[in-house]
């Protein structure tokens, strides 16, 4: 038996699981109409690789990873790409992104696919494989799972962590997919334990799950693996991923970094199983598992494609019973309300909740904080959230970057036990977002100052060089005059010269001469152009001065 | 046009160490601060100029609209005076990019000299194309431009510059 490490703090929010587990997975339905973002994941979103018209078969790239942090996307179904446009997705913002729509034809026909043998691999390869198969981690942070299944310098890590542990209220995804399809978790496991060469595989699962425990123990079983399944007592945030990895192996993952610092990996059991049925089939990540529950008739998980409006989901769970008042996307420590329900379902939607004013009646007004503390004893990242809350709320960013805020795992322990009902993780999540908006800004700004710097040194150096340039032909000239006094041919450019300039003076002054006799076409073409263009700018003699400036 | 940005990237990489010279930390702080739009609007030739200025003493530090509030906040708490808000007939305009109307472009270079960030590329009797993440709305290219052919556009919010709003709500005073 595995000794736990107790972490700080955590909360006991009331569970709502029941409500999803009393059916099973089932498939959601085909619908006709599929809005699927080309971002899906964390980094640079995929560059598209069709336009309105294309026909697609499922499975199909329709967009190809781009830059390091990427991962390409599918087709969910077989049909025709009416639109490359910007659609409302699910997101806090409410805002739209670039999404290819795709007017499904019902036959639902499927590219060509190919079980890959990965064992014989070439590591790079396969890792290049698995960002085009779309992989990313379906925890809800979709992060490209191919970077995570490099090893690395130390080419191997010491513990893959599957994190089964579904700490957040209402959500049931992971609990069913462990009880239904435990074995094919393990084969994805199998893939990563490989790709990492990892010395032991843990499965970190919560007490509240007895079914999902046994199913995976079983599985663990029967196909022979030294894989442990770790029970963990049930503890909001016991499923993020710095406190499943203290929980198991007591190492603490450091400020800003990541578990794999400390040799530990970390993915949740959905990406294995993901990653199994895309290396065994060839088929990319096209589909996921969310649970709708909370005000709908019948609350269930579904196996949804990706780009399933959210609307068509719910209708799926028998629709919305009287009296619903929006929708959380996640759960309810950690999710945000939903904008618009037309965005569609993407790698990162793990849960829809219908809110009812009953189990979501609207906040408690807050009141000013008594500096009690209950946050700081609640805060799993050991931080003082109300000195934060103190910093955030007057816009002191620099202290609240002095007190940790980016330790800060926005889990919302704090405003969850805050008896003044302050919403503390409000205030992290938009002091975070305005540091970095800044530092984008310096950023920008220093880029500027060093272009500008340049830009004056360019000018200065231009000027020097023109000023030794016609130093330099001044001694020139004199020495020429005084090697040759009278020079027939210099007298004859002079004069051709001085007509010239005395032909642009009378211009100037509007008396316009033109020498339009022995011109080419091609010639009469560019001066009637010219002549053109000059007639669209409206105050010509003004626009004549400023073009006679130009070098 | 790769080779072109690394052989820039290069001539920028040791140009940045020769034309360097030794400044004066308090110009550089404040010169940190001001958002190096280098438009003049603050009536002084670009940011640095501003910043000696106000190094001197001979500039007040709320002339620079693109800096707004947040600006002139973290220069008084720099320098230790009270902030106050944006001087006379200054007005804080949301950031913009110049886009150059590339049919009526006639190649002229005006805009190119004008730009004080080099954000400008093109070649004489050429269409010219501004660089977006490198413009800085400064708008000095607008006035040279003899067939005005290029205007500002506002850069709008998109997922990844989306900032969380201030949480908005009154707090209730506890009672006695
Ligand atoms: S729990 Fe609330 S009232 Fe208590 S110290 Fe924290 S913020 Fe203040
Ligand atoms: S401060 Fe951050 S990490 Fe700590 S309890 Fe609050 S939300 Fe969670
Ligand atoms: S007004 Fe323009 S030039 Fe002056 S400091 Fe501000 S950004 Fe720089």
């Not at chain 1, 046994?214 to 016991?238: H, K």
């Not at chain 1, 920008?444 to 060089?465: G, I, M, P, T, Y």
């Not at chain 2, 003049?40 to 007040?60: H, T, V």
Request: proline share 7%.
């Amino acid at each position: 038996m595995r000794r736990l490490h107790s972490f700080n703090g955590g909360a006991h929010p009331a569970e709502h699981k029941a409500e999803s587990t009393a059916r099973p997975i089932a498939a959601a339905p085909l619908v006709p109409l599929y809005v699927v973002p080309l971002r899906q994941h964390i980094g640079t979103p995929a560059l598209p690789l069709v336009r309105a018209g294309d026909r697609v078969l499922r499975g199909q790239a329709i967009g190809q990873a781009e830059g390091y942090v990427s991962a390409s996307v599918h087709a969910p179904t077989s049909g025709r790409v009416v639109a490359v446009e910007m659609r409302p997705v699910a997101h806090p913002s409410g805002l739209a992104d670039l999404c290819v729509v795709i007017e499904a034809d019902g036959e639902d026909r499927a590219i060509d696919l190919q079980p890959l043998d990965w064992r014989g691999m070439e590591p790079s390869h396969l890792r290049n494989l698995i960002r085009d198969l779309g992989l990313v981690g379906l925890g809800g942070a979709v992060f490209p799972s191919f970077i995570k299944l490099n090893p690395g310098e130390a080419g191997r890590v010491e513990t893959l962590i599957l994190n089964g542990a579904e700490c957040e209220p209402w959500i049931t995804s992971d609990d069913l997919l462990m009880r239904e399809r435990a074995r094919e978790i393990l084969k994805g496991a199998e893939i990563m334990q490989a790709m990492l060469h990892a010395g032991e595989v843990v499965i970190g699962i919560e007490d509240n799950k007895p079914e999902a425990i046994a199913a995976m123990q079983a599985a663990v079983r029967e196909m022979g693996l030294g894989y442990e399944v770790a029970v963990v007592p049930t503890r909001y945030p016991s499923g993020g991923a710095k406190q499943l990895t203290y929980l198991l192996t007591g190492r603490e993952t450091p400020s800003r970094g990541h578990a794999v610092e400390v040799g530990v990996q970390v993915f949740n059991v959905g990406t294995a199983y993901g990653l199994h049925h895309a290396l065994a089939e060839g088929r990319p990540l096209i589909s996921r598992v969310v649970t709708v529950t909370g005000h709908v008739a019948s609350p269930q998980n579904f196996e949804v494609r990706l780009g399933t409006p959210i609307e068509d989901l719910i209708r799926a769970a028998g629709g919305e019973l009287e009296g619903a008042t929006g929708e959380i996307i996640g759960g309810p420590m950690m999710g945000f309300d939903l904008q618009d329900r037309a965005a569609p379902v993407t790698k990162a939607v793990n849960c829809v909740i219908v809110k009812d004013a009953q189990r979501f009646p609207p906040p408690p007004a807050p009141r000013a904080c008594i500096r009690c503390g209950e946050c700081a004893r609640a805060c799993p990242a050991r931080l003082q959230p109300f000195e934060l809350y103190w910093y955030a709320r007057a816009r002191d960013f620099g202290k609240t970057q002095l007190f940790s805020l980016f330790d800060c795992i926005e889990c919302g322990c704090c405003s969850h036990v805050c008896p003044s009902h302050i919403s503390l993780v409000d205030f992290f999540r938009y002091a975070k977002s305005e540091i970095w908006a800044r530092e984008r800004e310096k950023e920008a700004a220093d880029a500027a100052r060093r272009r500008h710097e340049f830009h004056v040194w360019r000018l200065e150096r231009e000027k020097q060089e023109k000023a030794e340039r016609l130093a330099r032909k001044a001694v020139a000239q004199v020495k020429e005059a005084e090697a040759a006094p009278v020079d027939a041919e210099a007298a004859r450019k002079k004069a051709i010269l001085q007509a010239a300039i005395e032909r642009a003076k009378q211009a100037r002054e509007g008396v316009t001469p033109r020498n339009v006799d022995h011109l080419t076409p091609e010639q009469q073409h560019q001066v009637e152009e010219a002549d053109a263009r000059r007639a669209r700018l409206h105050a010509g003699a003004e626009d004549q001065k400023e073009t006679e400036n130009q070098p | 046009m790769a080779a072109g940005g690394l052989t820039l990237g290069a001539v920028l990489g040791w140009a940045s160490v020769r034309y360097r010279v030794q400044e004066d930390p308090l110009v550089e702080k404040i010169d940190a601060i001001l958002p190096q739009t280098q438009c003049g609007q603050c009536g002084f030739a670009g940011c640095k100029p501003y910043a000696e200025a106000i190094a001197k003493g001979e500039a007040d530090i709320n002339r620079c609209p693109p800096g707004g509030e947040d600006g002139i906040r973290r220069l008084a708490d720099l320098l230790g005076v009270e902030a106050k808000s944006l001087g006379e007939g200054l007005e804080h305009k949301p950031k913009s990019v110049a886009v150059i109307d590339e049919d009526l472009c006639i190649g002229c270079t005006l805009c190119i000299q004008a730009c004080p960030v080099d954000a400008i590329v093109g070649a004489a009797k050429q269409m010219h194309t501004i660089v977006a993440d490198r413009c800085t709305g400064c708008e000095l290219c607008l006035p040279p431009c003899p067939v005005e052919c290029i205007h500002m556009e506002v850069i709008h919010e998109d997922i990844t510059t989306w900032k969380w709003r201030y949480p908005v709500y009154s707090i209730r005073p506890v009672r006695e």
